[in-house]
Every structure is written in C-alpha cells, then in structure tokens.
C-alpha cells in the first residue's frame, strides 16, 4: 500500500537551533501535503497546506516565518522550524494527498510522525 | 464553520465488548466523512470512510454509517480486541479556500483491557 515516509522521527535539540523534517511519498505522487501538529492528547492542527512548486498556504495563527515548507517535488516536501524554543516541542505529522484519480476522492495518507523536542 | 464533535473519552471497556464512539460534524456543502486511528507514537492510519448519504463504511469488523439527517458518523465494533486500544479520530473533508482540507476532531482514546 501507499507509504509516507517521515524523517526523523525523534529528535532532540537545544534552544536556538533549527530542525528540518521531511516528508516523502514512496510509492505515489503528491502534488499536495499537509503539516500538522499534534500536542499530547490532543488532535491534529492543520499547519499549513503545500503544493508542489508553489508557496505554502499557512492556517490562521500559524507563523509562515517560524515554520517553513518547501515542497520541490512531487514526492518531498519539508518543514524547517527556525530558531526552535521549548515551547515549539510537540508532535509533527506529515499527510501526502495522492494525485491519482478525482480529485475528490484522492486519498490522503499519513506519516508517523516526528517528535521534537528542545531543550 | 466546518467541525467534528467526538463523544470524550477515555472509553474503557472489556474485551469483547460492543463499541460505539458517537461524532456528529457541521458542514457546509456535502462533505466526505473518515474515521482514522492512531496508535501509540504513530502516526493515523484511515480505518474507513464514506463519502455520501447513508454510505456505510467497515473495516475490521468496524463500521460507520453516514447520516446526513442527524449529520452522525458514529463508529461501532460488535466485539473489541485489547488490540483495538488506540485513540480513533473521527474527520470530515471537505472543500475550503480551494483545497480538500480534513478537519479532525478531538479524537476519543480507547482502551481494551483482557
């Protein structure tokens, strides 16, 4: 079946230092990803939306500036927390939209997350 | 606005139980409707969906019906495992600024014990 490959999954950092995670799809192409964040026991927040080639579209409240996205290709995308605080630290999780098929019925598949922590 | 309201957990139940995990959402427009689960330090595996008016969806002996009169997508399972423990996030999908975006709930954590 379709796999999202997210990378690292774990990672452990000071206070001023950047992080970036990626997002692959390894078996299908994605022309569109998405960026949520996820604090303990709690759902998923939308972050951001990314197509391939274009600018992020960023939900409300989110700083374009603190995380950034780049999606290259039809099967990367990554977000780069710049000047990461401890209050940064949570759940990141990556979702990749499947190109094929109606647009309205593309599947949407998830990674595993990456747990950020900063000290 | 687009929302899902998930019944708050946790559920504790024993094995072999009847499940039932209650989401009612507000939409505009005809929105797609997903039960996904996700186990501890994974990410969300979608377990079924539905995609119009009393579409029902089942896997692993869970299903979910799409009731646009009481706009509900309540998920059931007959029989629970102490596999099923997870917390299981009930979503809707539908289009906003141009995009398919999926709208989470809270999602409801549930856990099976022998």
């Known amino acids: 079946g379709a796999v999202v490959s997210q990378h690292p999954s774990w990672v452990i950092c000071k206070s001023g230092t950047s992080v970036k995670i990626e997002c692959r799809s390894l078996d299908f192409q994605a022309t569109t990803m998405f960026w949520y964040r996820q604090f303990p026991k709690q759902s998923l927040m939308l972050m951001a939306t990314?197509?391939?080639?274009?600018?992020?579209?960023?939900e409300q409240g989110v700083e374009k500036d603190k995380f950034l996205i780049n999606h290259a290709s039809l099967t990367l995308s990554t977000l780069t927390v710049t000047s990461a605080h401890p209050e940064d630290s949570s759940f990141y999780i990556c979702?990749?939209?499947?190109?094929?098929?109606?647009?309205?019925?593309?599947?949407?598949?998830f990674g595993d997350g990456t747990r950020l922590s900063i000290l | 606005g687009n929302s899902v309201t998930q019944m708050e957990g946790p559920v504790t139940l024993s094995e072999e139980a009847f499940l039932t995990i209650n989401c009612t959402y507000t939409?505009?427009?005809?929105?797609?409707l997903f039960w996904y689960v996700q186990y501890p330090g994974e990410g969300l595996q979608l377990l079924l969906k539905?995609?119009?008016?009393?579409d029902k969806g089942s896997n692993k002996g869970f299903e979910a019906t799409y009731r646009k009169e009481t706009t509900s997508f309540h998920l059931e399972k007959g029989s629970v495992q102490v596999s099923d423990s997870a917390v299981y996030f009930c979503a809707l999908r539908t289009k906003s600024g141009g995009y398919n975006k999926l709208i989470f709930g809270a999602g409801t954590r549930l856990a099976v014990h022998p």
């Open positions: 979702s990749a939209r499947d190109s094929q098929g109606p647009y309205s019925n593309q599947p949407q598949h």
């Open positions: 939409a505009t427009g005809y929105p797609s």
């Open positions: 539905a995609t119009k008016a009393d």
């Open positions: 990314s197509n391939e080639g274009s600018k992020a579209t960023y």
